[in-house]
C-alpha cells in the first residue's frame, strides 16, 4: 500500500509535461489527426491484404492455365499422331491393293493362258497355292 501512494505521489516526468503541453496547444487536432492516421493504416493494411489475396488468385489461375495448356498439347500431338498413323495405314492398304490388283492382273492372264491349253483345274489350284504362300 505504501508502494501505490508513492506512486501516485511521484512528479510528473518531462515525457509527461510535454505531452501535457502538446494536449492543451494541439488538444482535438492532434487526436483527430492520430485517429485519421490509424483510420488510413488501418484501410492500407485491409487494402494489402485484397491485394495479397488477389495475387494468389492470379498465381492459381496462372498454374491452372499452364496445365491447361500442357493437357492440350498432349492432347493435340496425340490426335496428331493417331491421325498420322492412319493415315500410314491407309497408304500402306492403298500399296497393298496396287500389288493385289497386279498380281490379280497376272493370274487372270495366265489362268486366259492355261485355259487355251486346257489345263485349267490343275494350274489354277497352284496358282492359288503359290499366290497364298
Given at each position: 500500500?505504501?508502494?501505490?501512494?508513492?506512486?501516485?505521489?511521484?512528479?510528473?516526468?518531462?515525457?509527461?509535461?510535454?505531452?501535457?503541453?502538446?494536449?492543451?496547444?494541439?488538444?482535438?487536432?492532434?487526436?483527430?489527426?492520430?485517429?485519421?492516421?490509424?483510420?488510413?493504416?488501418?484501410?492500407?493494411?485491409?487494402?494489402?491484404?485484397?491485394?495479397?489475396?488477389?495475387?494468389?488468385?492470379?498465381?492459381?489461375?496462372?498454374?491452372?492455365?499452364?496445365?491447361?495448356?500442357?493437357?492440350?498439347?498432349?492432347?493435340?500431338?496425340?490426335?496428331?499422331?493417331?491421325?498420322?498413323?492412319?493415315?500410314?495405314?491407309?497408304?500402306?492398304?492403298?500399296?497393298?491393293?496396287?500389288?493385289?490388283?497386279?498380281?490379280?492382273?497376272d493370274l487372270l492372264i495366265?489362268?486366259?493362258?492355261?485355259?487355251?491349253?486346257?489345263?485349267?483345274?490343275?494350274?489354277?489350284?497352284e496358282l492359288l497355292d503359290q499366290?497364298?504362300?
Open positions: 500500500m505504501a508502494a501505490e501512494k508513492k506512486i501516485a505521489t511521484t512528479p510528473p516526468t518531462q515525457a509527461d509535461e510535454i505531452a501535457r503541453v502538446r494536449d492543451i496547444l494541439f488538444g482535438t487536432h492532434m487526436r483527430e489527426y492520430e485517429r485519421r492516421f490509424r483510420n488510413i493504416e488501418d484501410e492500407l493494411k485491409r487494402q494489402k491484404d485484397i491485394l495479397d489475396e488477389l495475387w494468389e488468385r492470379v498465381d492459381t489461375l496462372e498454374a491452372k492455365v499452364e496445365q491447361n495448356h500442357r493437357h492440350v498439347l498432349q492432347e493435340l500431338r496425340k490426335q496428331i499422331d493417331q491421325l498420322y498413323t492412319r493415315l500410314q495405314k491407309r497408304i500402306e492398304d492403298l500399296e497393298e491393293m496396287t500389288v493385289a490388283e497386279e498380281t490379280l492382273g495366265e489362268l486366259g493362258s492355261r485355259i487355251k491349253g486346257g489345263a485349267v483345274t490343275e494350274s489354277l489350284q499366290h497364298e504362300s
